[in-house]
Each structure stands twice: as C-alpha cells, then as structure tokens.
C-alpha cells in the first residue's frame, strides 16, 4: 500500500522487460504480482508528474495484466470503456516512457484513441460503448472467419447507460463470441464478494461445469420439460449467490462477482471463459484507487489529479478566482431558495458541475441519473410539463449525446427547461472527446431555443436567472476553469433576451460580435484597431438591431469558441443576408478538424483565438479587403 506518490522514478526492473504484450506473456505466472506492483508504483509517479485521471486505472491493474497474458493481443481486441480506465493498458502497450507525457501538447492522449496505437483498439473519451463496439468486432470476426476474440471492460458506472444495455440485448440475441467485463469498482452496481459467491464463480466458469451443462443438455434434449425445470434451477442457484439474472435473461453466462485483485482467480476464470463460444459476462469487484490508500479513501476526489508541484517558497496567497461551475453552483442554490419549484437534474456529474452543496441542502429536488444523458433530458421535459422548473446542468459533450430528447421531447413541445452547459470551448488536456465545441451550431438550429454565451462570470450568472425565468427552452453554456475575476452581483437579475451590449466603441469603422469567453480577448484586439466591440450575449435570438446598427461596418468580425461551422458567426451572416447587406466579413472560430489536446492557452494560440491572434487574421483580411 502506497501513502504517497512518489517524486522520482521508481525501480521497476521487471516492468522495464516489458515492452510490448508479448513480453508480458513470455513471464511466468509467478512474477506477475511483481509486476503489478512495479506496475501499480510506475504509474503513480507518471501521474504525478503530468496530472490526469488516476483512480480508475489504479483499479484495473491486476486485470489489465491478466487480460494481456493470457488474450493475443493485438490480434485479440480488447476495448476498454471507461477510456481512462486505460494508463494501465498504455504501459503495457509500448508507451511507458510516453506516459510522461500524457494530455501535454504533442503528447500521448489521455484515452485510447486508434491513431496511437494498434493496441486501442476503439477510441473513447466518454462511457458505455465499449459493448457496441466489441460486438461489432465479434461479429466482423464471425464474418470474416478470423477467429480473433473480443473483450469489453466496462467500468467507473458506465452500466448505468442505456445503450451499454442495448448493445447486452442484441449480444444475446445473435449469440456473439464475447467477453464482456463488468469492472465494479463501487462506482455503479457494487455487491460484496463473499466466499461463496467467489467459489460459485470459479465453478460455473470452469470447463468441468461447462461440459457437465452442455452433457445435461444433451441428456434433457428430448424432455423439453426436464431442460427448462434444469434451466431454473441453475438460474435460481446462481440468483442466490450473485447479481446476474438480469444478463443471464438477457442471454448472457454470468459468472461472478469474483475479487478484481486476486490474480489467480482473474487467471483461472478468464482462462476458462476465454474459449466459450456464445456471450459471456464476468463480474468483478475492484477497488478504485487500489493500491495508493488517499485514492481508497476518497475515489471521487481522486478521480484525476493535477500535477504533483514540488514546494515552493510561502508567497503572498493570490484569492482563488470561482471558476464558471463555482458560479452556476451558487446562482442554482440561491434560485432554489426563492422557488420551491427549481430542482437540478444531473447525469452523473455532482462534483464537476458544482452540485454539492445543492444537493446537501436540496436533496429531495437534486436527481443524479447516473450516467444516463438521454434519459436526463426527457426526465427534465417530463417534469416541466407537471409544473416543476428542472435546471439540467451537463457538460456541452454530454449534451451531444442527448440530441434527439433534446429537439423532440424538450424543443418540439416548447417545455420550460434549463440547460447549464459547462465545459463549453475548448478543454485542454482533456483534448478533443472533451471540448465542447458544437454546441452554438447544434443549439442555435432548433425551434424555441434561447442560447446564451456569458462573457464573465457576472454575465453567467445573469444568464442563468434570465433563463431559468424564460418559458420555454433555454442555454446558458459556459467554459471550463475560472473567469476573469470580474465582481459578481449577488442579486437574481435578469437581462433583456436577445439584447447585446457594447463593451468599445471605436472609429476605424471595424466591428467585432464577440459571442462568449473569447470577447476580452476580442477587447485588447479592438482597443489597438480601434474597432467597436459588441458582446453579443445571444447566439439565439440574435440582436438584429444592434446588427442593422453597424450596417455600414467596413469589416465584420465574429469571434467564437465553437466551430465556425454553423456557429454563432454564421448567424450574423445569415441575418445580414436576409437584409440584402453586403459587408466585407471575418469569422474567427475553431477550423473543420479536430484539436489535439494542449493546455488551454496553447489550444487557443494554435487556433489564432488569443488576443493576438485575433488582432493578427483582422489585419490580414484588412490587407486583402485593401488589396
């Protein structure tokens, strides 16, 4: 048990053998708990050093390591879900001494993604798809004749998603060649592991049963009676000792719950599962943050980290800015003190969405749906129509997943529902499966929806007010990380829908739309071009007045933190055009590709949305208006 991340490398002769799954499989049995300790030790010192998701994998490291020495790997797939479940899989796979530099620019991403490696086998940044994906491998394997098997890690609460479950009834309808492994780490549908149910696992896993049954089966063949009375008997029998009715209805052999960090019992029950033809699920229990005892104590504050500093000289303490969820969680719980009707709905998102003290002080009106995004938005359009006011609060790609509930069962019926969007723009480390991106260009096109992008934390939390009064459908989305420390009225004020401000006014008859976090950057810009800069406010409705009022602009610029694609820039275009205007145009925003994770400030400086870089594309499209 470690106590302590360790500040320089440590001595791991073993794992240093190990370069590649093949390296693995060529050690004896017996030197594998050497190796999950070198393991475990290796991995909290790189995460140490870089910062990043940590208690998932420090789960997963004696299954990490039973599934590479005893699946072909690559050849075998093996795709695993959660994606940060996977550092673990990234050492063992070729990379790690990459690990040192995870989630930093140019460096390995922080999930598997298919680019990196011929070891991730599936990219993922999110949950619950790693069933889909290896069916859909298991069946191509069936088609193609390869022969090659396919392994599922679902973990850290992704059963709770409904297409996890959609993709275990569609494995049991056609049969498939898989292993699906439910790693249980108390996150999603824990159940204790006692000496019975352990020993019942090793049994109905072993080849000894298997024949046994499929002798039985043979034998009742003929008394259709007979099989079915046997069929229950054994599902009874398992029903007493473990969870699994539920995936053996849906056509599964369930075995377990087993013990995650017992290596002889992971060896044994995969090695036995590993050739069964048909669906097979395995149930283990794990410890999240295994092996480092704060991490086993606390595995949601130990989720991810930050990068380990070595100490510094006492300063001066700086006051520690709010960050934009800091201002959405103080707004919500003082929204609910003056109405008795607000409650917060969330998929599995308390902490990052700064719910905490809404749901201590709320709890009959807070409502985490575990990771379960569609179910959510159509929980939140249920109860708007029984006269509650639900606040959604959602990271922008989580949203994304929820589309359809959003247009048909919140927008079509023109529900009053609230939608707090955080982790708007670009995220950093967390590259692209985590930027938020999209949400102006897929919001903005739907019937009845209100959109607003805050440019400070004051303006976020007007916005919040203004929505949450709005009837109808409403979006507040806000980045990620703290704000510009501006003072933040404590006040409920509201401010007029679909009306912006002007933040400078300037003569070089250049006007700047900034839509959201990037508009103080648009400022330095505007200041040293002396162009007048509107904070818009509203992607939806537009400020159409405000528009026709710089008609006779001699540039147009709009700047985003969103695609240009169908964003808020292209709103201003399009109204313009419905007027028959004509104005020489700029749209600064984020380009037709995907942005590979950097810090924050270096993804915005790559993009050209940092001030200087907004100053330096407007003085090229002045030089080309000029040319």
Not at 76 to 94: C, E, F, M, N, S
Not at 162 to 176: I, P, Y
Not at 301 to 326: F, M, R, V, W
Not at 555 to 580: D, H, K, P, R
Request: charged fraction near 20%; include cysteine.
């Amino acid at each position: 048990m470690f106590e302590e991340i360790p500040t320089s490398r440590p001595n791991t002769p073993l794992l240093d053998k190990v370069n590649a799954p093949s390296d693995l499989r060529a050690l004896k049995k017996e030197q594998l708990p050497t190796l999950v300790r070198e393991l475990r030790e290796y991995m909290l010192f790189s995460v140490g050093q870089t910062g990043g998701h940590f208690g998932a994998g420090l789960g997963v490291v004696e299954l990490t390591v039973a599934l590479h020495y005893l699946f072909n790997t690559p050849e075998d797939r093996i795709v695993w879900d959660v994606g940060h479940q996977a550092y673990p899989h990234k050492i063992l796979t070729g990379r790690r001494d990459a690990l040192l530099s995870i989630r930093q620019e140019n460096g390995i991403s922080g999930f598997p993604k298919r680019e990196e490696s011929e070891y991730d086998t599936f990219g993922v940044g999110h949950s619950s798809t790693s069933i889909g994906a290896a069916l859909g491998m298991s069946l191509a394997a069936r088609q193609l004749k390869t022969g090659r098997k396919a392994v599922a890690i679902i973990g850290d609460g992704a059963m709770s998603a409904g297409m996890a479950f959609e993709a275990l009834n569609h494995a049991g309808d056609v049969k498939a060649d898989m292993l699906v492994i439910l790693n249980d780490n108390e996150m999603s549908i824990s159940k204790p592991v006692g000496a019975l149910s352990s020993y019942f696992a090793r049994m109905w896993a072993s080849k000894t049963y298997e024949n046994l049954r499929e002798g039985g089966r043979k034998v009742f063949s003929g008394l259709p009676s007979a099989l079915e009375l046997a069929r229950k008997a054994e599902e009874h029998m398992k029903g007493l000792v473990s969870p699994g009715t539920l995936f053996e209805e849906l056509g599964f052999n369930y075995i377990g719950p087993i013990d995650g960090h017992d290596m002889d019992h992971l060896l044994t029950t995969i090695a036995n599962l590993k050739d069964r033809s048909g669906p097979q699920f395995l149930h283990v229990i794990t410890k999240k943050g295994k092996g480092f005892e704060p991490a086993e104590g606390d595995p949601i504050g130990y989720h991810a980290i930050n990068k380990t500093e070595p100490d510094a000289k006492s300063t001066t303490p700086q006051a520690k800015l709010p960050k934009y969820c800091n201002v959405f969680g103080r707004w919500v719980c003082d929204a609910a003190e003056q109405d008795n009707k607000l409650v917060a709905i969330t998929p599995a998102m308390k902490e990052g969405s700064d719910l905490i003290e809404f749901a201590e002080r709320f709890p009959e009106r807070y409502f985490d749906v575990a990771i379960a995004e569609q179910h959510a938005v159509t929980l939140a359009a249920g109860m708007a129509c029984d006269g509650v006011k639900p606040v959604v609060a959602i990271y922008s790609t989580f949203l994304q997943r929820a589309y359809d509930q959003l247009i048909h069962d919140v927008a079509l019926q023109n529900l009053d529902v609230l939608f707090a969007i955080d982790r708007a723009g670009l995220v950093g480390e967390d590259g692209p499966t985590h930027a938020g991106v999209y949400d102006l260009s897929y919001l903005r096109c739907i019937p009845n929806m209100v959109v607003m992008a805050p440019s400070d934390e004051d303006e976020c939390r007007k916005m919040l007010q203004t929505g949450y009064h709005y009837q109808g459908p409403a979006a507040v989305r806000y980045p990620r990380g703290t704000g510009r420390g501006v003072t933040i009225e404590p006040t409920l004020t509201t401010i007029e829908i679909g009306k912006a401000r002007t933040l400078h006014q300037g003569q070089s008859g250049i006007v700047i739309c900034g839509f959201g976090r990037p508009t103080y950057d648009a400022l330095q810009a505007a200041q040293k071009l002396d162009a007048t800069l509107l904070d818009m406010r509203f992607v939806k409705p537009i400020d159409q007045q405000a528009l026709l009022a710089q008609a006779d602009a001699t540039l147009m610029v709009t700047v985003e933190e969103n695609a240009i694609m169908g964003g808020a820039g292209s709103a201003v275009s399009e109204f313009y055009l419905s007027q028959n205007i004509n104005i020489p145009t700029l749209h600064i925003g984020l380009p037709d590709q995907y942005e590979e994770h950097a810090s924050h400030s270096a993804m915005l400086k790559n993009v050209g949305l940092d001030a200087d870089g907004i100053e330096r594309q407007i003085q090229q499209k002045l030089a080309q208006i000029k040319a």
